[in-house]
């Protein structure tokens, strides 16, 4: 690693709330396989994103603002799942999530599950075995 990668001035206090590392009532799940690292942040203050997927090299380490997925205007709102049903939109709300580590076929897994009036939502994330 390059020595550079740790000294930066980046302001994490500008820009989309999403570029803060310390959201209240946050919760960040780690993935990888050694070709891509993930995060999956579960925010059920309302200070971030609900539930945001980071999308990061695994060989650069750097400022949150700077993971792929990270947009400068909207931060990790638009990896937000969204459910059409009805012509209507659901997705996940501050107050309605629940994450945890599990197991699908010996990989480790991440279980978010949120609810609306009339859905019960579950998403799995995994970074498949190369």
């Not at 570029?19 to 059920?44: H, M, P, S, W």
């Not at 931060?75 to 799942?81: C, D, F, K, Q, Y």
Request: aromatic share 6%.
């Amino acid at each position: 690693m390059d020595v550079k990668e740790h000294i930066y001035a980046d302001d994490p206090a500008r820009g989309h709330r999403d570029v803060r590392t310390n959201l209240e009532k946050v919760d960040y799940f780690f993935l990888g396989n050694g070709l891509i690292q993930a995060a999956v942040q579960v925010c059920d203050s309302g200070a971030g994103t609900p539930v945001g997927l980071l999308i990061m090299r695994p060989d650069r380490l750097g400022p949150k603002r700077d993971v792929l997925t990270m947009d400068r205007v909207a931060g990790l709102e638009p990896t937000i799942v969204r459910v059409l049903r009805q012509g209507r939109a659901a997705q996940p709300s501050p107050g309605r999530v629940q994450a945890a580590w599990t197991e699908s076929a010996g990989i480790p897994t991440v279980s978010v599950s949120w609810r609306t009036e009339d859905l019960d939502v579950e998403e799995r994330f995994w970074c498949p075995i190369v």
